[in-house]
Nanobody
Framework: VQLVESGGGSVQSGGSLRLSCVAS????????MGWYRQAPGKERELVAT???????NYADSVKGRFTISRDNAKNTVYLQMNSLKSEDTAVYFC?????????????????WGRGTLVTVSA
């Protein structure tokens, strides 16, 4: 399974962006899916996750500003980012926990996208 992100870019503080991530390939399940980010000089951190039953989890720093959603039929996860701040500047990575059916049963994998840059200027 491959994850491909899109939707990054540059925006002024207070603006909005919408990220998308499409998972392609064969999998028994792709659950959960989520977004992480890594700012320059900092470690990668959780932004938000969503399960196939649409249960969500957010980092405190983005609650009330970001909304994660998914389309199970399209194996796509979205991140709507509103009221962006300069501290949201980072490379945003899509993440997915994947279950693959094999002869012996199931294999569990974790995949990452290549990342998309979000730059918020003051």
């Amino acid at each position: 399974v491959q994850l491909v992100e899109s939707g990054g870019g540059s925006v002024q503080s207070g603006g909005s962006l919408r990220l998308s991530c499409v998972a392609s390939g064969n999998a028994y399940s792709i659950d959960p899916m989520g977004w992480y980010r890594q700012a320059p000089g900092k470690e990668r951190e959780l932004v938000a996750t969503i399960t196939s039953s649409f249960a969500t989890n957010y980092a405190d720093s983005v609650k009330g500003r970001f909304t994660i959603s998914r389309d199970n039929a399209k194996n796509t996860v979205y991140l709507q980012m509103n009221s962006l701040k300069s501290e949201d500047t980072a490379v945003y990575f899509c993440n997915a926990k994947i279950t693959v059916a094999i002869i012996e049963g199931y294999s569990y994998l974790e995949e990452w996208g290549r990342g998309t840059l979000v730059t918020v200027s003051a």
